[in-house]
């Protein structure tokens, strides 16, 4: 699957920005997605995921009740509404698939994803 992730941009604090990863070929459901960021000078990290199939999701602890993961079957993008932005949410966003069903330990994990987007900058400026 080929993935392709926008919607990055420049927003002061508190605002919002809605992420996009449309993947091509096969359905979204057939795999465990998730977005990742990484900012400067620091690793790669989980930001929010849905598992296969069914599609339970996962939050990291930094962003739940601010960030919205989503998915739009018909159009096979999965989405990242992220509210209330602060500065600290600042980094290169990127989606990943998996064919694995990955569970609650497995989806925070980088290696567990078989599929990269190219990433989008989001720059939150206080």
């Known amino acids: 699957v080929q993935l392709q992730a926008s919607g990055g941009g420049l927003v002061q604090a508190g605002g919002s920005l809605r992420l996009s990863c449309a993947a091509s070929?096969?359905?979204?459901?057939?795999?465990?997605m998730g977005w990742f960021r990484q900012a400067p000078g620091k690793e790669r990290e989980f930001v929010a995921g849905?598992?296969?199939?069914?599609?339970?999701?996962m939050y990291a602890h930094s962003v739940k009740g601010r960030f919205t993961i989503s998915r739009d079957a018909a159009q096979n993008t999965m989405y990242l509404q992220m509210n209330s932005l602060k500065p600290e949410d600042t980094a290169v966003y990127s989606c990943?698939?998996?064919?694995?069903?990955?569970?609650?330990?497995?989806?925070?994990?980088?290696?567990?994803?078989?599929?990269w987007g190219q990433g989008t900058q989001v720059t939150v400026s206080s």
């Open positions: 990943a698939a998996s064919q694995k069903g990955l569970i609650t330990s497995t989806m925070p994990l980088v290696t567990s994803y078989d599929y």
């Open positions: 070929t096969r359905p979204l459901s057939m795999y465990s």
């Open positions: 849905f598992k296969r199939g069914v599609g339970g999701t």
